[in-house]
């Protein structure tokens, strides 16, 4: 059996595999400034594939561009914070819109701490979005049709995990 690679945020090690497909795709902050923690205003997030299963360590890969515009892209906007997030972010912030949520409000900052943030609504809870993941099921046609999507996160005032599913297709 293959060993299976986690992060802090999900050291899992009992993870038993629910996808057939040995890829991930991985969103990571981008900076202007690095040591300044100051988001890329023109790309604030980088995507890339994270590939397991068929080789001996995971393998980075960026995504195409027909892959960012039709299913795992993101659409900005610099804003000025309307809410409490205000005192929280430092820097400029983003109104960010996934491509495979469109339905879904994000916020992407960086906070005092020095943290990325893409917080977002789940299950009523204002939350840090940690990962996403999408049930499809095989159609004939080339494209795998969404069966639900399942949102994992940090509650952002307390750091209670929250969790909601959103039925798309039955």
């Known amino acids: 059996m293959p060993e299976h690679y986690f992060t802090e945020e999900f050291p899992d090690h009992e993870y038993r595999c629910t996808t057939k ?14 040591k300044r923690r ?9 995507i890339n594939w994270q590939s397991f299963g068929w080789t001996d360590h995971p393998t980075s890969n960026p995504t195409g561009m027909v892959e960012r515009r039709m299913a795992w892209g993101y659409s900005h906007k610099a ?4 809410s409490q997030v205000a005192v ?8 960010l819109t996934l491509n495979a949520l469109p ?12 943290r990325v943030i893409l917080q977002t609504t789940i299950d009523g809870a204002p939350s ?8 499809t099921s095989n159609t004939m046609a080339f494209i795998p049709k969404v069966m639900h999507v ?3 996160g940090t509650n952002i005032d307390d750091d209670r995990p929250t969790y909601e599913r959103i039925i798309i297709s039955t």
């Open 21 to 34: 497909n040995a890829q991930l795709v991985v969103y990571t902050a981008k900076f202007r400034d690095h």
């Open 38 to 46: 100051e988001l890329d205003p023109k790309c604030p997030l980088d």
């Open 79 to 82: 804003t000025e914070p309307k």
């Open 88 to 95: 929280e972010a430092v820097g400029t912030s983003y109104n």
């Open 103 to 114: 339905s879904r409000a994000a916020f992407l900052y960086v906070d005092a701490k020095g």
């Open 128 to 135: 840090r979005l940690w990962k996403i993941y999408v049930k």
């Open 150 to 152: 399942d949102l994992y």
